[in-house]
């Protein structure tokens, strides 16, 4: 008999122990199982802004709740303030990539601008000016229309085309490609150097005043011409001058259009 109770009692025990660890596995599932889906509940359940504009049944836009945080959840709140910092990151990356893009454009500029410095250095325009200068002596040379101008005439000239092209691409910025100098070169320069070989010979009175007159072009002196030879070389190169500058400005409206 006794023995029959210690056997119910030890079966007892053990349906006992048995319940409660499954009891206590069930309750530690259980909530894992619910804190999984607390953490996916703030993302569910949280809309994408507290404070959007929505729209009434009648259409009218609402304003949205000032008092919306207080409702919130401890997670909510996570949630919210981890989206706000996002918001706001991506609102620093859009000023950042207007900044740089900026900073792009400077940097442009300046490229541009240090090219065109040293472009225009002394030393690199003086070199295209006399490649112009020996392109064009060149051309008039082998020309039988310049057969009646004498070799000082020729340097007289060519140095007087070579100086007001400077005076163009320098005025005007201009870098040109050796398609493009040679265009105005041979295009616009030759009626300019005729006329100031027709004007120098008019100009001088004898060839002591040629040849200052080609000193003055070649050397840009002054002081290589009095007054009177000055005043006399001017009135006969200003008409030739006028012509050119008006082709220039055919060339300049061309690329303006362009």
């Known amino acids: 008999m006794k023995s029959g109770i210690k056997t119910a009692v030890v079966a007892t025990v053990a349906l006992l122990a048995i319940s409660g660890t499954g009891l206590v596995g069930y309750t530690f599932l259980a909530d894992s199982e619910s804190s999984k889906k607390l953490e996916k509940f703030g993302y569910a359940v949280l809309p994408a802004s507290f404070y959007d504009d929505t729209v009434g049944a009648l259409g009218h836009k609402q304003v949205p709740a000032t008092f919306a945080e207080e409702k919130l959840t401890p997670t909510q709140k996570v949630v919210q303030g981890l989206r706000k910092d996002k918001e706001n990151l991506i609102k620093e990356q859009e000023v950042l990539r207007e900044q740089i893009a900026e900073l792009e454009k400077q940097v442009m500029e300046l490229s541009q601008y240090k090219r065109l410095n040293e472009h225009f250095a002394p030393d690199n325009i003086a070199d295209e000016t006399a490649a112009v200068e020996t392109e064009l002596k060149r051309f008039l040379v082998t020309n039988p229309a310049a057969a009646r101008f004498s070799n000082i005439q020729i340097e007289i000239m060519s140095a007087a085309s070579a100086i007001e092209y400077r005076r163009y691409i320098s005025h005007n910025r201009l870098i040109l490609n050796d398609k493009q100098r040679s265009s105005i070169t041979n295009n616009f320069l030759p009626e300019f150097a005729f006329c100031v070989g027709d004007?120098?010979?008019?100009?001088?009175?004898?060839?002591?005043?040629?040849?200052?007159?080609?000193?003055?072009?070649?050397?840009?002196?002054?002081?290589?011409?009095?007054?009177?030879?000055?005043?006399?070389?001017?009135?006969?190169?200003?008409?030739?001058?006028?012509?050119?500058?008006?082709?220039?400005?055919?060339?300049?409206?061309?690329?303006?259009?362009?």
């Open 199 to 258: 004007g120098a010979e008019l100009a001088a009175n004898n060839s002591s005043e040629l040849i200052r007159i080609a000193e003055y072009f070649r050397q840009e002196d002054q002081n290589k011409l009095n007054s009177a030879l000055k005043q006399d070389l001017n009135s006969v190169v200003e008409p030739c001058q006028s012509t050119l500058y008006e082709q220039f400005a055919t060339i300049s409206n061309v690329n303006s259009a362009n």
